[in-house]
């Protein structure tokens, strides 16, 4: 299966400032099948970016994905109160569909 | 509004069963595929199961297989899990989410599965 490695665990961020994600796959990701999920405490994943750079319907356009093959990034280009949270990357090209660990997006 | 509906979630003892279901508002449930994944408490996300639209197409994480089974009934717009052989680590929020060309977009909140003795 293809391991998803997200880097790093923990991010502490001023809001206004810009967050860098990272999600390495162990093995090309077919067809950049690569989504960006956002989950606060209690609530459901919601999703951000499919596609490796798609953003969803209704996703901020301070939201950003980019990479291909084995290397992907979640950018927020400044951060407001409400994107504290935590993040995941999916590989959705192979199965079983795969999900990082999570990166926690947490104020400084 | 998309809207998904888990329920069925319970305290079960080690080697019992349970089943999950799940009912979706808000779209053509027939001309979607439909998956579970769950979160242990305070854990991150691991997918567990997989159905096709028609139904004819299932798929299962190597963790549940031989234990889960999952169905649909498309005339009551609903998703199931059934789950035997429970064990400790299948303790989790069992989310039901629907998927698009594999790509897994709205979720529904979950129903919570502990088991315990």
Same mark, same amino acid.
């Given at each position: 299966?293809?391991?998803?490695? @997200?880097?790093? %665990?923990? !991010?502490?961020?001023?809001? %206004?400032?810009?967050?860098?994600?990272?999600?390495?796959?162990?093995?090309?990701? =077919?067809?950049?099948? #690569?989504?960006?999920? @956002?989950?606060? &405490?209690?609530?459901?994943?919601?999703? #951000?970016?499919?596609?490796?750079?798609?953003?969803?319907?209704?996703? &901020?356009?301070?939201?950003?994905?980019?990479?291909?093959?084995?290397?992907?990034?979640?950018? $927020?280009? %400044?951060?407001?109160?409400?994107?504290?949270?935590? /993040?995941?990357?999916?590989?959705?090209?192979?199965? &079983?569909?795969?999900?990082?660990?999570?990166?926690?997006?947490? $104020?400084? | 509004?998309?809207?998904?509906?888990?329920?069925?979630?319970?305290?079960?003892? &080690?080697?019992?069963?349970?089943? #999950?279901?799940?009912?979706?508002?808000?779209?053509?449930?027939?001309? /979607?595929? *439909? =998956?579970?994944?769950?979160?242990?408490?305070?854990? %991150? !996300?691991?997918?567990?199961?997989? $159905?096709?639209?028609?139904?004819?197409? $299932?798929?299962?994480?190597?963790?549940?297989?031989?234990?889960?089974?999952?169905?649909?009934?498309?005339?009551? =717009?609903?998703?199931?899990?059934? *789950? =035997?052989?429970?064990?400790?680590?299948?303790?989790?929020?069992? /989310?039901?989410?629907?998927?698009?060309?594999?790509? #897994?977009?709205?979720?529904?909140?979950?129903?919570?599965?502990?088991?315990?003795?």
């Amino acid at each position: 299966e293809v391991v998803l490695t @997200q880097s790093p %665990g923990t !991010l502490s961020l001023s809001p %206004g400032e810009r967050a860098t994600l990272s999600c390495r796959a162990s093995q090309s990701v =077919n067809g950049i099948s #690569l989504a960006w999920y @956002q989950q606060k &405490p209690g609530q459901a994943p919601r999703l #951000l970016i499919s596609g490796a750079s798609s953003r969803a319907t209704g996703i &901020p356009d301070r939201f950003s994905g980019s990479g291909s093959g084995t290397d992907f990034t979640l950018t $927020i280009s %400044g951060l407001e109160p409400e994107d504290f949270a935590v /993040y995941y990357c999916l590989q959705y090209g192979t199965s &079983p569909r795969t999900f990082g660990q999570g990166t926690k997006v947490e $104020i400084k | 509004e998309v809207q998904l509906v888990e329920s069925g979630g319970d305290l079960v003892q &080690p080697g019992g069963s349970l089943r #999950l279901s799940c009912v979706a508002y808000g779209f053509t449930f027939s001309r /979607y595929s *439909m =998956n579970w994944v769950r979160q242990a408490p305070g854990k %991150g !996300l691991e997918w567990v199961s997989y $159905i096709s639209s028609s139904g004819t197409s $299932i798929d299962y994480a190597d963790s549940v297989k031989g234990r889960f089974t999952v169905s649909r009934d498309s005339a009551k =717009n609903s998703l199931y899990l059934q *789950m =035997n052989s429970l064990r400790a680590e299948d303790t989790a929020l069992y /989310y039901c989410v629907r998927s698009v060309r594999a790509l #897994l977009d709205y979720w529904g909140q979950g129903s919570l599965v502990t088991v315990s003795s």
